[in-house]
């Protein structure tokens, strides 16, 4: 049985001892997702950290929650001043 496949492979130098080796570009790809711990083949731990656009992208989240966060705060106090408006006015007695 002969079997043919084409597998798409990536290069990854090892910033430890500057080897060369070859992983599959699916492989490489879930290492970037994950950024688990993976090793050349001299065993030199290899990762790879948050991206800056990975970063950026933490950051522009954690602005868009605070936002919403102080919009609902704003909307609630708006509602109850209005409701406070609408409410009739007591006077209150003297001693």
Partial sequence: MILNKNI????????NCGVIFLVSARLRK???????TFYCPNGHPQSY?????????EQLNEKENSLRFKDNIIT???KRLEEAK???KTKKKKK
């Fill in 86 to 88: 609408e409410k009739p």
């Fill in 30 to 36: 879930n290492w970037l997702e994950t950024k688990n």
């Fill in 8 to 15: 798409e492979m990536d290069d990854i130098e090892c910033c």
């Fill in 49 to 57: 950290t948050k991206s800056t656009s990975d970063k950026l992208r």
């Fill in 76 to 78: 609630n106090l708006e």
